[in-house]
């Protein structure tokens, strides 16, 4: 009986470590995605900016540089060059946005490290 007693406690001890081997897991987990969303929305939050930042400076800019550049050019290349030059800006906040995006890991890369170790030391013989 005692010898029942003690497989039974065994037992119900390697099933708490197993419980708080996944608890643990999916914390790190959430962790893990939580620290990817804050990046996601860091990112968009970027764009975003740079979106607004694009639209104002668009309107404005190209109202002031085609009435200074109208000054030693023709209406049409004054317009053209401030068109031109907007682009240059916007692309490339845009493309600062779209670099901070490509950081991101879409998967929670040491949770699954951490459970796949898991796996293979639970696989392991017992002694």
Known sequence: ???DRSVADVLQDILRNVQD???SEVRLAKAEIRQEA???ATAALWMTIGVVGLLSA???LLWT???ALATVLPIWG???VTAVAMAGVGGAVVTAGLRRFARIKPMPERTIESLQENLEW???PTK
């Open 78 to 80: 004054a317009t053209l």
């Open 122 to 124: 639970m696989k392991q």
């Open 1 to 3: 009986m005692a010898a």
């Open 65 to 67: 540089a085609v009435y």
């Open 21 to 23: 081997i996944l608890r």
């Open 38 to 40: 804050t990046q996601a």
């Open 58 to 60: 668009w309107m404005f």
